[in-house]
């Protein structure tokens, strides 16, 4: 039993953060139209094998552990990284055919990740996808955006561009089960924690330098206090996500209903922290050129990905965890 | 990391719980007065008898020498059973005056009490705040006058729960008058039977009177009584909190996901006012499962503590922050409860087995306020875990 990431865990994660601070800096964020992945960006992961990360030996991936891949999108989700990150590891998990996979998986192709809107389909991530993966509980399914007409929308987070498209879309692939739904909870509670503790470091930092009334912000409880309840969602969340990631791992028969605890609890810190974040920094929280807005926003959209509220807690009501 | 228990720990669970099955009373706890003790100390006889008392004791004084993750599991059969509750007369000398006396008491010492803490013969209380020094104890005023082979006490300590049980309480006082803060005090062992000590009871808004507060008038205390140095008590103090490794309110993390099953398990069948079934209301049943998923992670959290000192040897700084979420998830599932249960929840008479639920909601000002403020708590996070500007 140990439930606090170690050794080879700790290197894949590292890796990740120096790679993801470089290639993906939250400093793309501030232009004026959103900041897809585009080409260059999506090659880069692809031959870094980060799409691959999860996928066993035998079809050429890493066959590296929901642990790792849990870490990794944590850094995703510090730097504000792209829905299309994940999208493109799901799709990888979700087709059979060989050659497609290592044109997933090595980026030449673009994957926007689906969700459904009413009877629409709305997708995430860059405009250039040529496919788009859509997972729930039962099954996950590759679609071809090839012919499809979509309708860009204005997206409120600059980390992704929006688009709806009609449900009337043609398969490529699909896998049946829960697995890629799983996959997708455990890496959107992982970058969703990123967001919560990016929030809770930005804070932490300003408070020990930013001065009121003569004294750092850092020593008014006014700004501890609500910093200390931070560190405390974060925690709660925290560990249970290492707990459903090592579930995952392990195939343990309640990975699942850890999965909706984690997701639930990641979705309330990553939103409480980003907003207090926001409202301790005063008035230079709410201008365009500081990053607070960013995590704020990118949540936002994360929080209603792979179970929101009444969904996670509709199924955690009558749940039961084993010892 | 990983979730894999150990053949000798499955063993264990399967042993506690088979025990547990049988031997759990069955007896509701008596709600006040001598009796209440009584309860408590034959519950820890029983214990002691079969070999289950001092899980967190080595095993060299009398213990079991379990480890965190065992405990953790012993934890969660007792509230799997349905056990007496830990934090009963018998927990100041299980949880802190028995693991103090371990790190810093004389052989005498540690031979003449701690059998008597295991097999529940004698309770401890706890002086340590004072009327004018709670949150801020390094302030405490108590003053102790070396006389002869004894030190002198005079002065007051308020806040001590089952004084008028204890045999014997953890006395901190100050020795050196011309000392400041933390320096200068001393850490003894007082009879409860001494002269010059006065018990007066504080009636709680429960209706109990388990708090009281102690009057130390020209005290006589022996010297050989002193635990740790003379005008050296604040590190024997700080020795009993290491030692706790942050495990001192630990079945109440690990039984709240129990206590939340059971709140779910009420929903199904109370009806609210309208005829509603209370988990068919959406306030009611989000509520509650987002407090399951609470309890979820603080058992991961706890979970990830306990490896992690058993595999250190160091406890973390995460205690504060557990107390944070143990006190507020305890008071928010008292208020769903409060909610679905409608007027039967204003029924009390000051008996926690008559009326748990209610008990337990004006309890929660208590386990918020105990052991370390929520707002001192806070100032523990902000200063140790975040390293933020100190505020004083």
Redesign the interface.
Known sequence: MYLVPDGDELEIANAAAEFLADAMTIDRLHGPSPADMGDDLRQQLGDMGWYALALPEEVGGSGLSAIEFALFFREVGRQCGPVDVLAQCLAAMTVTDAPLRSEITSGAVGIALAVTDSAAVRLFGSGDAKYAIWANCDAAELISLGDASTESRPSLDPSNSMRVTGASTSSIASRSGDFVWRMGQLATAAQLVGLAEAALDQIVEYAKVRETFGKKIGSWQAVRHPCADMAVRLEAARSQLWFAATAMKESRRDAGVHLDAAKHLANLAAAANTDTNIQLHGGIGVTDEHHAHLYMKHALVLIKMFGARRDLLGRLLHASVDD | ?????SEA?RDF?AKARKWLATNVPTKARPANGHTSAQFDRDWQRKLYDHGWAGVAWPKEFGGLGLSG?QQVIWY?ELARARAPHYINTTYVALMHAGPTLIARGTEQQKAFHLPKILSGESLWCQGFSEPNAGSDLASLKTRGVVDGDCIVVTGAKMWTTDAQHGDYQELLIRTDPESQRHKGLTWLICDMKLPGMDIKPIRTMMGDEHINTVFYDEVRVPISNVVGEINGGWSTAMATLSFERGLGFIGDQLEL?ERV?RA?DMASKVRLEDGTLA?DDAGI??K???L???A???R??T??DI??TD?TGQPGP?G??MK??VTGTHKALSEVVGDMMGWDFLEFNGDRSAHPWTYDYLWSWVFSISGGTN?I???N??DR???????R
Do not use: C, H, T
Request: proline share 2%; charged share 25%.
């Open positions: 990391m990983d979730l894999q228990y720990d669970r993750l969660e996901y099953g779910v988990i049943w989000q509650l499962a987002s399951k998923a609470d979820m992670a603080i991961a959290m979970l990830a490896a992690e595999r995460k504060s922050m944070l979420l707002e708590q806070r100032e996070i902000a875990v975040l390293g933020l500007p100190r505020a």
